[in-house]
């Protein structure tokens, strides 16, 4: 049983440069979401997931783009790289509601250049 | 506006003692509160979780205290060891479809 996997682990983009995150789980969970860790900032919603073809908006999701066509599936698009948004990127899924257990992923580490 | 204000930012405990993590809330529609620890270089992982209804919860040496009155809630960490150095975030959520709001995370370093 994989859990939340993500890829890649790392990637180093060029200011203006697109890109997608790519998010699968395999425990038939609705619920999914993307957090960013910054330091001393904590965990931050950026957009979220109750079901196939519903998403949200959290936090902080300006320059992000999200789509849920299938249950398994949540990527996250980067739709022109900024600096600011250099961070670790979490995938979390949960059975439901969404605030209940989550299940993480290991995480992106995303550098802008 | 945080929603979850958690305190210190970084915690040093030595062997053996107790660690103490604090939360404080606003919102009184938050109706579970859980822990979530994170070693380095990995996902956050759920401790223990806490819903209104009781004031305490144990698990281990991992405790929840919850003061409901105060919109207040802690960790204790009793028998502190050097495995459980990681940062713990505390967090809240409200009944429904609503996502957890975290708090920006306590690193706690147990030396020996």
């Known amino acids: 049983n994989a859990g939340v996997t993500q890829t890649p682990k790392f990637q180093v983009l060029k200011t203006g440069q697109s890109m997608t995150l790519q998010c699968a789980q395999d425990?038939?969970?609705?619920?999914m979401s993307w957090y960013r860790q910054d330091p001393g900032m904590g965990l931050r919603l950026i957009h979220y997931?109750?079901?196939?073809?519903?998403?949200d908006q959290g936090e902080v999701p300006n320059g992000y783009n999200v789509s849920r066509s299938t249950t398994e599936d949540f990527p996250l698009r980067l739709l022109s790289a900024a600096p600011s948004q250099t961070s670790v990127y979490f995938c979390?899924?949960?059975?439901?509601?969404?605030?209940?257990?989550?299940?993480f992923g290991s995480g992106t580490q995303l550098s802008v250049l | 506006q945080q929603q979850v204000k958690q305190s210190p930012q970084s915690l040093i405990v030595q062997k053996g003692g107790i660690s103490i993590i604090n939360c404080a809330y606003e919102?009184?529609?938050?109706?579970?509160f859980p822990w979530y620890q994170q070693f380095p270089g990995k996902g956050p992982a759920l401790l223990i979780a806490?819903?209104?209804?009781?004031s305490e919860k144990k698990e281990g040496r991992f405790t929840i205290s919850f003061n409901k009155s105060a919109k207040q809630f802690s960790l204790h960490i009793m028998d502190s060891q050097p495995g459980d150095s990681a940062t713990y975030f505390c967090?809240?959520?409200?009944?429904?479809?609503?996502?957890?709001?975290f708090g920006k995370g306590t690193r706690l370093s147990v030396i020996a």
């Open positions: 919102n009184t529609a938050f109706d579970y």
């Open positions: 979390a899924s949960s059975y439901a509601p969404p605030g209940e257990k989550l299940f």
């Open positions: 425990m038939n969970h609705e619920y």
């Open positions: 997931s109750v079901g196939a073809g519903i998403t």
């Open positions: 967090a809240a959520s409200s009944p429904g479809n609503t996502p957890l709001v």
């Open positions: 806490i819903r209104p209804d009781v």
